[in-house]
Nanobody, 119 residues
Framework: QLQLVESGGGLVQAGGSLRLSCTAS????????MGWFRQAPGKEREFVAR????????YYADSVKGRFTISRVSAADTVYLQMNSLKPEDTAVYYC????????????WGKGTLVTVSS
């Protein structure tokens, strides 16, 4: 089992920045691709960003491209999501996930951290 714990959420004004962290434990962190997803109130969970196991490839949802940056530090078993130019529509619970499936499906999920962007 891989345990994932997110942190860094909070309340920020529109245009501001936050950095989310996700720390892994229990298994070899560097073996997994890591992703961030989010779920806004009343909406389905959606993909935000993904980084492969070697940190050589990243992918972003169109809605966050150019504003969010995903990164990972394997020595710290941690993946980050730097969020800049935040908008009220970025308000959601943000989840960290890890996966090793060729399909890209995620195997492990954190419990989430709430990000609220005020207008």
């Amino acid at each position: 089992q891989l345990q994932l714990v997110e942190s860094g959420g909070g309340l920020v004004q529109a245009g501001g920045s936050l950095r989310l962290s996700c720390t892994a434990s229990g298994r070899t962190f560097s073996s997994y691709a890591m992703g961030w997803f989010r779920q806004a109130p009343g909406k389905e969970r959606e993909f935000v960003a993904r980084i492969n196991w070697s940190a050589t490839s990243t992918y972003y949802a169109d809605s966050v491209k150019g504003r969010f940056t995903i990164s990972r530090v394997s020595a710290a078993d941690t993946v980050y999501l730097q969020m800049n130019s935040l908008k009220p529509e970025d308000t959601a619970v943000y989840y960290c996930a890890a996966g090793s499936q060729p399909s890209g499906a995620m195997d492990y999920w954190g419990k989430g951290t709430l990000v609220t962007v005020s207008s």
